[in-house]
């Protein structure tokens, strides 16, 4: 993939570019991680080289970077798994093989989503939807029937004592909560589905997320 645009920082139309990350840009995505995901989050879950390697070579259509004037600012990256409905439980390590996606299937029939990260002082620039977007374009030209992802749930920590993470999750569906994770997904075209417990080490979200699906509409899937 390569597709180049205009985003607007302001009044001012800003060029950007989404393509295919290669091995000359695993620093800079090391380094994006590092300044997207400061602690409490865990340093050990950014991304490491041999992990950008599997990436690239196992699903290079599902590793994808963001540049703006040049400067690789974020990014997505995906694998595709063979989805089962009737059985949506997993850990984000189990799903994604603690990122090193050895588990890809050529096969799938879905995209999943392993990471997405925009630097913070780029995010008022609206890439992470640009991302989300041009992820979508993947399942439609691979012609599968959805996109997933575990969305973190950041703010549950300061309700846990009050609710559940169901109730959580519903609070933010009926607006009463505003989650700076699901709500950008909501944003983006994204469904809730379930909430999945033990998901990923994660402090601010108690250690859940909420698994959130994109149905490819080119498709005919039974609802």
Same mark, same amino acid.
């Given at each position: ?12 139309? @800003? ?8 091995? *000359? ?8 991680? $590092? ?7 865990? *340093?050990?879950?950014?991304? =490491? ?11 290079? #259509? ?5 540049? @703006? ?33 050895? =588990?890809?299937?050529? =096969?799938? =029939? ?8 925009? $630097? ?21 030209? #691979? ?23 169901? #109730? ?7 607006? $009463?909560?505003?989650?700076?994770? @699901? ?41």
């Amino acid at each position: 993939m390569y597709k180049k645009w205009y985003v607007f920082d302001g009044d001012k139309p @800003v060029q950007a570019v989404i393509r295919n990350y290669t091995k *000359a840009d695993f620093q800079e995505l090391i380094d994006v991680q $590092k300044e997207s995901f400061p602690p409490p989050f865990p *340093a050990d879950l950014w991304w =490491n080289e041999e992990q950008l390697k599997e990436h690239i070579e196992r699903f290079p #259509e599902g590793a994808l970077c963001v540049e @703006v004037e040049g400067e690789i600012v974020g990014s997505i990256t995906g694998l595709k798994i063979d989805f089962n409905p009737s059985r949506p439980e997993h850990t984000w390590s189990e799903i994604t093989n603690d990122g090193y996606i050895r =588990n890809h299937d050529p =096969n799938g =029939n879905a995209i999943y989503i392993v990471d997405i990260c925009v $630097k913070p002082a780029f995010r008022k620039l609206g890439l992470g939807k640009w991302l989300m977007q041009s992820m979508y374009e993947v399942v439609v030209h #691979e012609r599968l029937e959805r996109l997933l992802g575990g969305a973190r749930i950041p703010f549950y920590h300061k309700y846990q004592k009050e609710m559940t993470a169901g #109730e959580y999750l519903s609070r933010v569906m009926e607006g $009463k909560i505003k989650d700076p994770v @699901v709500t950008f997904l909501l944003h983006c075209g994204r469904t809730p589905v379930q909430v999945l417990p033990n998901y990923i080490k994660d402090e601010e979200s108690s250690d859940y997320a909420a698994l959130m699906e994109w149905r490819n509409p080119f498709l005919s899937l039974k609802y």
